[in-house]
């Protein structure tokens, strides 16, 4: 029994140990990180992240980390890996994709992570400006609208608030020009179908007329005269 009692305390010291070992890690991170140091993070999140009980927030932070390095690939991995393990933080997960697509001019992917962070967390109005921004690149702009109402209700107070409002009434502007232009264009095919069809119409009627005037053509009463020496040609 006592061989067994310390083979258990050792093992959960050995455990008590490793979770203080990646905490330690994690809070090195943190420093490095709010001290803008995004490559000693890293170092320190990568380290934290070996723990399986590690903290959600290192997988996030590391992430962003890579992203201020620019090694992007890396940032993608760990924040897809970081989104099977998050509880309180999805929708930071799925936002910070959603960058990283943004970023790599990936837009259609990119609104869709922004989506992602929205189901996770409705209000969080920054995923709205950021995929209104990509509907924006997409020339999307019907959808990108209600994305930047949206986002200034969640933030009224937005320093962007002036600007956005502004894009807001110039692209209402544009959506309202292209649906008058897309109404034009569509009467101008109706106008031209139907006289297609009205010329069609015209030419089967003339050769109904034409067929029925032939029909009725008299050939006279008298007898056909015919001539017994053929036909000479003047020299």
């Known amino acids: 029994m006592a061989k067994q009692f310390i083979a258990v305390a050792a093992m959960f010291t050995v455990f008590a140990l490793q979770v203080l070992c990646a905490q330690n890690w ?42 201020q390095l620019q090694r992007y690939d890396e940032a993608l991995l760990v924040l897809q890996k970081g989104t099977t393990k998050a509880i309180a933080y999805t929708h930071l997960f799925y ?97 031209e179908a139907q006289a297609q069809a009205a010329l069609q119409a015209a030419i089967s009627q003339s050769l109904i007329d034409a067929a029925s005037n032939t029909t009725n053509i008299s050939t006279g009463s008298g007898d056909f005269q015919g001539y017994d020496d053929p036909l000479q040609l003047d020299d």
């Open 26 to 67: 994690y809070d090195q991170g943190i420093e490095y990180f709010m001290n803008n140091k995004p490559l000693e993070a890293s170092v320190a999140f990568e380290k934290a992240i070996r723990d399986p009980g590690a903290d959600e927030r290192a997988y996030l932070y590391l992430g962003i980390a890579y992203i």
């Open 95 to 191: 936002f910070n994709i959603g960058n990283i697509f943004f970023i790599q001019n990936k837009n259609e992917f990119a609104i869709e992570a922004y989506t992602s962070a929205i189901n996770a967390k409705p209000d969080y109005a920054p995923a709205y400006l950021n995929r209104a921004n990509a509907r924006l690149r997409i020339k999307d702009f019907i959808n990108a609208v209600p994305d930047y109402k949206l986002y200034l209700s969640f933030d009224p107070e937005s320093y962007q608030r002036e600007t956005i409002q502004k894009l807001i009434e110039l692209l209402t502007a544009q959506i309202a020009q292209a649906q008058q232009a897309q109404a034009l264009l569509e009467a101008q095919k109706l106008a």
